[in-house]
């Protein structure tokens, strides 16, 4: 069966020239994302400004995660999502972090824990679309909203703890106390209210959104 709107055809289990086939096309769509994210970094650390040259370098190459994924899990991931992915990458480790941008806008954290939020209610719509696709049957209503909104929230409190261990182990300062780890998970738990929200209302994004939740879906074939 066609993903409509992907690019993609719907994976087998086994199907390693197609699993090399999208994870090329995910490679060369992600690959713009990590020359334009090393130029601008090497540019502004030649021209002298406070960057985290290394850092910047291991997160370039973070944009081929989904084109790894992708190999790995011989699935397909929509253009929808692994846009948004590398926008989270370019907005927050790498403008955040490594241009210290968090530093400049002091909001601009909780910025991105709430886009990120979005952006993972939106991988836990693509959990359940998958398993409906595979099962050639539509799940409950009720099941794939609780993993649509599970998703951001579970994702949110393990950065968080993550955070923490960082602080404790490594002397790291990610977290400023507990107002700001509370907002972190809020703000993560919003977005995915808001992907919610827009997917019930405006049935959007439908290459990511599970079949059953889509008003007129039809049943996989």
Avoid: K
């Avoid at 020359?35 to 960057?51: D, K, P, R, T, Y």
């Avoid at 490594?170 to 509370?182: A, H, K, P």
């Amino acid at each position: 069966m066609g993903d409509a709107g992907t690019g993609h055809p719907l994976l087998t289990v086994g199907d390693s020239r197609s699993t090399q086939r999208s994870a090329r096309a995910s490679a060369l769509f992600a690959l713009p994302f990590a020359i334009a994210s090393l130029l601008v970094v090497f540019v502004l650390a030649g021209l002298g400004f406070n960057v985290e040259t290394l850092l910047g370098i291991v997160l370039a190459g973070t944009v081929f995660v989904p084109a790894l994924v992708e190999f790995v899990l011989r699935t397909p991931i929509p253009r929808a999502l692994q846009l948004h992915y590398l926008i989270f990458i370019v907005a927050g480790p790498l403008a955040g972090s490594v241009l210290h941008v968090y530093d400049a806008i002091p909001r601009w954290d909780a910025y991105v824990h709430f886009d990120s939020g979005v952006m993972l209610a939106w991988l836990g719509m693509l959990a359940v679309r998958r398993a409906e696709e595979r099962a050639r049957v539509p799940l409950p209503t009720w099941f794939g909203l609780s993993v649509v909104m599970a998703t951001p929230m579970a994702f949110a409190g393990a950065w968080e703890i993550c955070e923490f261990v960082s602080d404790v182990i490594l002397g790291t300062t990610s977290q400023s106390g507990l107002e700001d780890t509370m907002l972190d998970i809020v703000a993560g738990t919003a977005g995915g209210l808001l992907a919610i929200a827009l997917l019930m209302v405006a049935r959007r994004p439908r290459t990511v959104a599970p079949l059953s939740l889509l008003r007129g879906g039809r049943r996989p074939r």
